[in-house]
């Protein structure tokens, strides 16, 4: 920066106001949901948004087991695994995965989309993921997110 | 007659580059002559980024001006399509510091864009 010249703005932790979103996850499709979740965690919807400081909110998901997934998609799936051993490679099916942990699926989807280092992983704990309609986070009162 | 090396001088070099490559790992902090790789290479770095930061700056403001024309219910490229309709020159670093710090006259500027976005559309 040369002298006279004025700094953009930069968010600090003091600056940074987070606040509580909810979302119904019934019927809604699986990555068109996952982008607008993302977008939200980092704070890419506020105009302090700053790359090296996590100014994302909070966000709710309720029933994530009533996703709108096409059988198409949940067939075709798969999830990569690997033991760390030789010939350990293994694909768990998108239809096990969503029959059995549901929420799983939704945070696979959103963690591929947030930045793959510390703050991305710092960021995507602010996401909370519940089957049915019951969460633990009234207290943070938690605004409902229209579409 | 002795013959003359230029000892000092040698040494006075390893401890410039030794120097300059504090805080490197390894061997780079600490041997001559991979420090010197380092230093070289750390030297291009920084020649190319102070050209780059040009750009990241510009794409971060870009970022948080579509993250507030979002909210009014405009598309980034449709406000600035609009601004340059109406003749406003703000620049987006400018546009993106008022965006934070005075929403209310960014509500305006907002206002200014759809209104000329809309007039050259129809």
Not at chain 1, 18 to 36: F, M, N, P
Not at chain 1, 109 to 117: D, G, L, Q, S
Not at chain 2, 54 to 78: H, N, P, Q
Not at chain 2, 96 to 102: F, G, L, Q, T, W
């Amino acid at each position: 920066m040369t002298i006279g010249t004025m700094p953009s703005t930069m968010a600090n932790s003091a600056s940074v106001r987070s606040s509580w979103h909810i979302v119904d996850a019934t019927e809604q499709s699986l990555g068109r949901l996952a982008v607008k979740i993302a977008h939200v965690l980092m704070g890419k919807h506020k105009p302090i948004y700053t790359p090296h400081v996590d100014t994302g909110d909070f966000v709710v998901v309720t029933n994530v087991e009533k996703l709108s997934i096409s059988a198409k998609k949940l067939d075709a799936g798969v999830y990569p695994r690997y033991t760390y051993h030789p010939g350990g490679y293994k694909e768990i099916p998108m239809r096990k995965v969503f029959d059995e942990r549901p929420d799983r699926v939704l945070y696979e989807a959103v963690r591929r989309m947030m930045p793959k280092n510390a703050i991305g992983r710092r960021m995507l704990k602010k996401l909370k993921l519940y089957r049915g309609d019951k969460h633990p986070h009234s207290a943070q009162q938690p605004s409902p997110w229209a579409f | 007659m002795p013959r003359a090396r230029n000892g000092a001088a040698r040494h006075r070099k390893k401890v410039r580059i030794l120097k300059a490559a504090r805080g490197y790992r390894g061997a780079r902090s600490k041997q001559y002559r991979t420090a010197k790789d380092a230093i070289f290479r750390a030297g291009v770095y920084a020649f190319r980024d102070r050209r780059a930061r040009k750009g990241d700056f510009r794409s971060l403001w870009v970022t948080r001006l579509s993250a507030a024309c979002e909210m009014r219910g405009i598309g980034y490229s449709r406000f600035i399509y609009g601004l340059k309709q109406a003749s406003i020159i703000i620049n987006r670093k400018m546009l993106s510091e008022i965006a934070i710090d005075d929403p209310a006259a960014f509500d305006a500027i907002t206002e200014i864009a759809k209104a000329n976005q809309a007039a050259a559309a129809a």
